[in-house]
């Protein structure tokens, strides 16, 4: 999968870049691209690029990034770099990780 990049034109607005590190064509790595891709396309359409990287492939670029487990997202711009490990199904939770949302407010009291 190295080399592969998802990429949308650019509008005035600063590119986000995202690396998807995945291991392998698992059920995983392809659900945590699809849903990556559905989140840009709905919330940063024409102003990110995705590149995703197969550790199977090309296990030195972990250490880069510091990868301990796959799927990881990583996003390099706009800093500061985040990451989000998980096949990115809960879509709140990518959201609020990649600073599109602010966290909502918890009601009630935990116990």
């Known amino acids: 999968m190295k080399g592969r990049s998802t990429a ?26 699809r849903n990556l891709e559905a989140i840009c396309e709905e919330h ?3 102003r990110y690029r995705i590149e995703v990287i197969d550790l199977l492939k090309h296990p030195q ?5 510091q990868i301990v487990a796959v799927p990881t997202l990583v996003r390099h711009l706009p800093p500061p ?4 490990i998980g096949d990115l ?9 990649l600073d599109l949302r602010q966290r909502r ?7």
Do not use: C, H, T
């Open 8 to 33: 949308r034109k650019k509008s005035p607005s600063e590119e986000w870049i995202l690396r998807l590190y995945v291991a392998g064509q698992s059920a995983r790595s392809a659900a945590a691209l």
């Open 105 to 111: 407010g918890r009601s009630g009291v935990r116990s």
């Open 81 to 84: 770099m985040k990451k989000i």
């Open 61 to 65: 670029l972990a250490r880069g990034d």
């Open 44 to 46: 940063l359409a024409g």
């Open 89 to 97: 199904s809960n879509q709140e939770r990518v959201l609020v990780g």
